[in-house]
């Protein structure tokens, strides 16, 4: 009788493992930022400095995965996070601003996230 649901349980198993846009691990400097699947982050080349204005991070990543899939993948994840765009590859959430930088170099694609005190409007 409970093999008779197993296809059923199956199936959303693998939905749910496939669903695309979703991402599992989020940066160990910035907590609250996601890492998109296929990168992988390099703990060592970031930093976090809290200062009284806000805080102030830096993380790293790379990955064999496309700058336009990146920059892609951060426009449409950012905004369910509250982060609104203000410019290309920057965003605002609050009083902190966002900057991500993407470049492909030696057929890797780096990604440099950027978190600091936003300027009073």
């Known amino acids: 009788m409970a093999t008779r649901y197993l296809p059923v349980v199956a199936l959303a198993a693998l939905l749910t493992a ?29 930093l976090l400095f809290d200062t009284p204005a806000g805080r102030i991070a830096e993380s790293h990543a790379e990955g064999a995965v496309a700058a336009d899939r990146v920059i892609a993948f951060y426009a449409a994840t950012l905004p369910e996070l ?5 410019g290309p590859q920057q965003y605002r959430r609050d009083n902190e601003a966002l900057r991500i930088e993407v470049a492909v170099e030696r057929g890797a694609t780096r990604v440099r996230f950027i978190v600091t005190p936003a300027a009073a409007p």
Do not use: Q, T, Y
């Not at 890492?35 to 703990?43: A, F, Q, S």
């Not at 509250?82 to 203000?86: F, K, M």
């Open 18 to 46: 496939a669903a695309p846009g979703h991402a599992e691990n989020f940066l160990s400097e910035i907590d609250d930022l996601p890492l998109m699947p296929g990168l992988r982050e390099r703990p060592s080349a970031g």
């Open 82 to 86: 509250g982060w609104v765009a203000v």
